[in-house]
């Protein structure tokens, strides 16, 4: 047996007591460093020959991804597998939701078909609490519109804390850029390095960051328990000197549709992470993208590939990250009453 | 029936719904009469339909009395509401509204025109008071016409026809009046007919796509923002159309309803300074919910605010108790910041505000069981309207007196004065005057009532306030002269 398949959730640190990954924002840094440490052995087995414990022996995981995603969903599934979990994959484009069903309709039918983990990606924000809601089992968050994005934010950090010396964020320098406003995956971050103590700067065209200074200055006097400040800025150098870690976003061509931006090549030229300005940036720092790439976009093709650049890291530790959060959430026996709500 | 300090009574069987009253006592309770501005212990009698008398009692007669417990008021007038028929019953009915607005408290009610067809002939207007006879409810039922046909904005309803219908005024509600060209054409001709445009201010290219108030809650919550802007800018563009077609007919009026924002509302207050012939009302819900019930917080508005009059932070304060994205919260306008909420309030006590109006909008669970940014927007709430203003009077935030003038001599005071409108009760002043067919509402401001599905009698279970307890049951509800709603309860204890 593996350390992973027996090991009980770690208690000295609190028992793990989410039903569902819906969003970072109610886990606690205790919380964190356990999914960190269940991650740091779901990366043992990964570095075996045979890539699969049975943890989740004859558990059923379904994906139900109303929106394209090509990674997130792979990853999911092959986290699943590593568990020997049965794996269900549904695409709304051949399921009954484009006969129109309810996605309350569809939940109720796939946990009567069996599903005990539901993996689910939608376009409209906070539709996966609605899924929790008549929802027997565990609801995993592959993406709800800009709300969240937990799994992305967990493996950035895992990464982030895998590539910096000392493995801790305290005072470290993140700097996400790109379009913050439409993001998932920085908004999720905004939690999770608030959390690490990261000196978090997010930087992008004042379109795109539109509503985030609000958020920035209500989290500026340290009101919120747990979290840190955070800075917003279009000063690209500014969000960029001296930076520990480098995150781009993507630049989705609808954003000049929306009148938010001119051209791409306007944001290339004033944004993009290309190697003059990642020179700003520590020697040693690492530069980071959640994908799909628009390379020659938000980021130069030589950044990408440099060696700086963990964006495959980023993808092989998704899968330990969302194997340990399968692994954490079967373990769940007992919902806190904390959580009833969420 | 009678009844004496405290809890109504009945001697045998009464009245049903619908029949007259023929003899109605309370000894001993408090007595509001917002047409005259008195409110204190006294005495009514109802007889035959009629409130035969109004005994205001002093000194030792008045014993205990106090505004705490069992009050009598004018029955109350709901200046918007959407009961859905024609073309939505699944999500109300004329009867089911009726109903619901009964155990509201309200006599009258007024019904927006955005149904199916909508209410742009004289026809669909002859359907809405058909099936108000045919309900049986005595409850008053009132229509606004479209102003554009179809409303769609193109072309003119037929207001003339409508007037002749017997609506009480033109609104496309639901959306604004699509171009300012139309809005000064309508202006023009309901002031001709004397009746009022009833606006719903909002820009609608602002909102395009929009879901919470834009600001800290949605930016949080990753919701697109719905700007004040949308707002203000409609206000704006209303209040200098008005302006530029009072030059051509003097009795040109607009009225702006369901205002959410501090901004839209100084923009009221500055125009009615100025002498122009604009009014305006607020919601129940916009003057005590805010945007961060949303996130999950579930505290009054008020209680929202700091010392200095800002926003709390829900997640700084821990305050969030429910889950997140509840689509019964969704409603065109959005909930505002609790700054907002405060101004709606501030309004509504310096009499910018004329009126709370419910916008009653009752939607079937098939719309709402949805995701939040694809639930339909709308709020049941004629059945809670009555006990979220007693919330704000048991926290000292609005005087018991000034609460029930917007919810009576308010909005009965935005009915026009036309030939039009004069079989209209409504537009009758709304006070306790003896030799009168009775029109009153009683509640127990000391028993508390809760917010459940199976209690709301509107088919609509899209509250915000479900699982909830709110002040002040409604006991007894009579619209001119014939019994409109009766608590259950009263007659277990008949006296």
């Known amino acids: ?342 | 029936m009678s009844a004496d300090a405290g809890r109504g009574g009945r001697a045998g069987a009464g009245p049903g719904v619908g029949e007259k009253v023929g003899r109605f006592e309370l000894a001993r309770a408090w007595l509001v009469d917002p047409a005259s501005g008195r409110e204190g212990p006294g005495e009514i009698v109802v007889a035959d339909g009629i409130l035969e008398s109004v005994v205001w009692l002093e000194g030792d007669d008045a014993g205990d009395v106090t505004d705490h417990g069992v009050v009598v008021a004018p029955g109350l007038f709901d200046f918007h509401a959407h009961f859905r028929e024609p073309g939505f019953e699944d999500a109300e009915t004329i009867a089911t509204g009726s109903a619901a607005a009964a155990h509201g408290g309200f006599t009258s009610v007024a019904l927006m025109p955005n149904t199916s067809p909508p209410g742009d002939e004289p026809g669909v207007i002859e359907r809405i008071h058909s099936a108000a006879r045919a309900s049986g409810s005595p409850v008053e039922i009132l229509a606004y016409g479209a102003v554009s046909a179809g409303r769609a904005g193109e072309q003119l309803s037929a207001m003339g026809e409508l007037a002749d219908a017997g609506v009480l005024g033109y609104s496309d509600d639901g959306a604004p009046v699509r171009t300012a060209k139309l809005l000064r054409s309508a202006l023009l001709y309901a002031g001709m007919l004397g009746l009022p445009v009833v606006e719903h201010a909002e820009d609608l290219e602002l909102t395009a796509g929009a879901e919470a108030n834009e600001g800290y809650v949605a930016s949080v919550m990753g919701l697109a923002g719905w700007p004040t802007a949308a707002e203000v800018n409609a206000v704006s563009r209303d209040l200098a159309v008005l302006a530029d077609a009072l030059a051509d007919e003097p009795r040109a009026r607009l009225h702006l309803t369901h205002l959410s924002t501090a901004a839209a509302l100084d923009l009221v207050r500055r125009a009615k300074a100025a002498g122009l012939p604009v009014t305006c009302d607020v919601t129940p819900h916009h003057l005590s919910l805010a945007d961060e019930w949303v996130a999950g917080a579930r505290r009054w508005a008020w209680e929202a605010l700091d010392a200095d009059g800002r926003a709390r932070d829900p997640w700084a304060d821990r305050a969030l108790l429910a889950a997140p994205y509840d689509t019964s919260l969704r409603v065109n306008p959005p909930l505002r910041t609790p700054v907002d909420a405060a101004a709606c309030l501030a309004a509504l006590l310096d009499g910018t505000a004329d009126a709370v109006a419910t916008d009653h909008a009752p939607h079937t669970v098939v719309d709402k069981e949805v995701e939040f940014g694809r639930a339909a927007t709308g709020i049941s709430g004629i059945e809670t309207a009555l006990g979220v203003l007693l919330a704000l009077v048991d926290a000292g935030k609005l005087p018991l007196g000034r609460a029930i003038a917007a919810l009576t001599t308010g909005p009965a005071g935005l009915v026009a004065a036309s030939p039009h409108t004069a079989g209209i009760s409504a537009a009758r002043p709304r006070g306790l005057m003896e030799g009168v067919a009775a029109d009153l509402v009683v509640f127990d401001r000391s028993d508390r009532w809760r917010v459940t599905p199976d209690a709301l009698l509107s088919k609509g279970k899209n509250s915000p306030f479900i699982g909830r307890e709110l002040p002040g049951r409604v006991l007894l509800t009579i619209a001119a002269g014939r019994l409109a709603y009766e608590d259950p309860g009263i007659g277990d204890d008949a006296a």
């Open chain 1, 1 to 342: 047996m593996t350390t992973a398949t027996t090991a009980p959730a770690d208690t000295s640190q609190g028992v793990w007591r989410h039903r569902h990954i819906i969003d970072v924002d109610v886990v606690t840094w205790p919380e964190i460093e356990l999914i960190m440490r269940t991650t740091d052995e779901m990366k043992g087995v990964l570095a075996r020959p045979i890539r699969k414990v049975p943890a989740l022996n004859g558990r059923r995981v379904t994906t139900l991804f109303y929106e394209a995603s090509t990674r997130t969903r792979v990853s999911f599934e092959t986290a699943a597998r590593n568990l020997s979990a049965d794996v269900v994959s549904i695409s709304t484009a051949t399921s009954s939701v484009t006969k129109g069903e309810s996605l309350v309709d569809t939940v109720r039918t796939l946990e009567a078909l069996g599903t005990e983990f539901l993996v689910m990606r939608h376009s409209v924000s906070g539709a996966p609490y609605l899924a929790a809601e008549i929802f027997g089992g565990h609801v995993l968050n592959g993406g709800d519109g800009w709300h969240a994005h937990p799994t992305q934010a967990l493996l950035d950090l895992y990464t982030m804390r895998e590539r910096l010396p000392g493995g801790d964020l305290r005072g470290r320098k993140v700097a996400i850029v790109g379009d913050v406003l439409h993001s998932r995956v920085a908004r999720s971050n905004i939690w999770t390095l608030t959390a690490a103590g990261a000196d978090l700067w997010l930087c992008g065209p004042a379109t795109l960051l539109r509503g985030m200074d609000r958020w920035a200055a209500a989290w500026s006097g340290g009101a919120i328990p747990g979290h840190g400040r955070f800075n917003v800025t279009s000063d690209i150098e500014a969000a960029l000197r001296d930076a520990d870690v480098v995150m781009g976003l993507r630049i989705q061509r609808e954003r000049m549709q929306g009148g938010l931006l001119p051209s791409l090549r306007e944001y290339a030229a004033r944004f993009q992470l290309n190697a003059e300005r990642i020179s700003l940036a520590r020697p040693e720092a690492i530069v980071m993208h959640p994908g799909p790439m628009n390379e020659g976009v938000e980021i130069s093709p030589d950044v990408a590939v440099s060696g700086r650049s963990v964006i495959t890291d980023q993808v092989t530790n998704g899968v330990a990250v969302r194997m340990a959060l399968l692994f954490l959430l079967a373990g769940a026996h007992e919902q806190a009453p904390s959580e009833a709500a969420r």
